[in-house]
């Protein structure tokens, strides 16, 4: 009975991610990444309780990936989605075509065409999730920006405009080209080859963990003194210090 209980938090990642899906497509941006956060937290959960359970298996991982697809891959393509038509309702620095920028209506449902450019992220994640479960040096080190980073990135966006309510980073966030650039720039990570420390603690020593450690210390701070416009730079230190850090990677 015991080897079920972690898929069985898998499957509440899961569920997480399908609330979170029908939440921002109706455009309820902040309950939506409360329920993201709710289905990392699982993420992170089922691998915990499987090792001490001592019930890894491959079942686990797959399910864990499939799961993963929603809640960090489909979900903050759906952010992005959103985000994107509702820059081409809102005056930028970069005019598009009108066949890009005006709505489109089919079956029923008006988007911008351009707003698809944000699954670009979705089909990002899928390879890079694909791509981790056939690699085996991915233990103590991520290739690529995990998935759960990103989802955090992307939908920080609407938090910061909500939360922090400033007229010059809501105008910035809502433009065009930063979107584009953000998703274009976010694809390339979740699929590159960067190695990236993992904040997974062999020991509690800090000579062993210093910069998992410093990384945490850093995210604090930056939380407490910026709120949600944190979670950018924080992906922004991560990245930094595991490039300061690539050659001696534990």
């Known amino acids: 009975m015991k080897k079920h209980i972690p898929n069985l938090v898998t499957l509440l990642n899961l569920f997480s991610g399908c609330i979170a899906v029908l939440l921002a497509v109706n ?10 956060v709710l289905g990392i937290f699982f993420d992170f959960f089922d691998g915990l309780l499987a090792r001490k359970l001592q019930v890894q298996s491959e079942l686990g991982i797959q399910l864990d990936s499939l799961a993963d697809m929603i809640t960090s891959g489909l979900v903050p393509g759906v952010f992005m989605f959103k985000l994107l038509a509702m820059s081409s309702d809102s005056p ?40 981790f479960n056939i690699d085996q040096d991915q233990q103590s080190y991520f290739k690529g920006l995990p998935t759960p980073a990103n989802t955090l990135l992307i939908i920080s966006l609407p938090l910061i405009m909500e939360f922090q309510n400033n007229d010059l980073i809501n105008s910035i966030i809502l433009n065009s080209l930063f979107l584009i650039v953000l998703t274009i720039i976010s694809s390339w990570l979740l699929v590159s080859s960067i190695k990236l420390f993992a904040l997974k ?7 062993n963990n210093a910069m998992r450690y410093i990384f945490i ?33 534990k």
């Open 27 to 36: 455009n309820n941006f902040i309950a939506a990444a409360g329920f993201v």
């Open 92 to 131: 930028d620095l970069i005019s598009f075509s009108n066949e890009w920028n005006s709505a489109i209506h089919w079956q029923g449902f008006q988007f911008a065409p351009i707003a698809l450019l944000g699954f670009l992220i979705t089909m990002a994640s899928a390879y890079r999730l694909a791509k």
């Open 217 to 249: 210390i850093l995210c604090l701070v930056l939380l407490i003194v910026l709120q949600f416009a944190a979670i950018p730079l924080i992906i922004l230190v991560y990245i930094g210090l595991s490039l300061v850090n690539q050659k001696g990677i």
């Open 201 to 207: 603690f062999k020991d509690w020593s800090f000579k």
